[in-house]
C-alpha cells in the first residue's frame, strides 16, 4: 500500500519560503495600502523579509509539506 503524501497547503506556498538551512522566510504585514500615513523610513524597512518565530516555524513547515 503506497504512503499518503501531505498536500501543499498553498495559500502558505505563497507566502513563505524554505532558506537553505531550513529556516521559513517570511515578508513583512503593513504594507499593502494606507501608505499616506506611514514614514518613507517605515515603508522601506516593511520592503524587508524576515524569518518566522521559532514558535510559528513548526506549523508552517507542516503547511507547506516539508
Do not use: C, I, W
Not at 513563505?16 to 499616506?36: E, P
Not at 518613507?40 to 513548526?58: C, I, M
Amino acid at each position: 500500500m503506497a504512503k499518503v503524501k501531505m498536500k501543499t497547503n498553498r495559500s502558505a506556498a505563497k507566502r513563505f519560503r524554505l532558506t537553505g538551512s531550513g529556516k521559513v522566510k517570511r515578508g513583512k504585514a503593513y504594507h499593502g495600502h494606507l501608505f499616506t500615513g506611514k514614514s518613507a523610513k517605515r515603508k522601506r524597512n516593511l520592503r524587508q523579509s524576515t524569518l518566522v518565530a521559532p514558535a510559528d516555524e513548526g506549523r508552517v513547515k507542516k503547511m507547506l509539506g516539508s
